[in-house]
């Protein structure tokens, strides 16, 4: 089972999680059934999130943003992939790394 780090922006905190059942925890913890994820960095790090954070956010949503990705409304969910986001593993980056990377708005 590989462990993730879940981003909240309604507390700005980034905790280390396992997903215990793959994309399906990972639905669970953004709350949504429909996901998208973007690549993040070399090793194949993904970014999952609710694929329609940009259309569903009101106006007061709080927000994370990740590197150069636009912000995102709602929870995030970072985790390692080999080569697609159906194949989870651990992520390269520890948390305090990941840490430095997000910013909350």
Known sequence: MPRAYFINPENASIEEVVLSN???AIKTLIGQESIDSDEVGREGDRLFFDEACFIRAKPDAKRFK???LPPVAGS???VGSAGDSNTLK???VSLEALRARVVFS
């Open 22 to 24: 793959g994309l399906q």
């Open 66 to 68: 990740l590197d150069t």
């Open 76 to 78: 995030g969910v970072f």
């Open 90 to 92: 651990d992520p390269s």
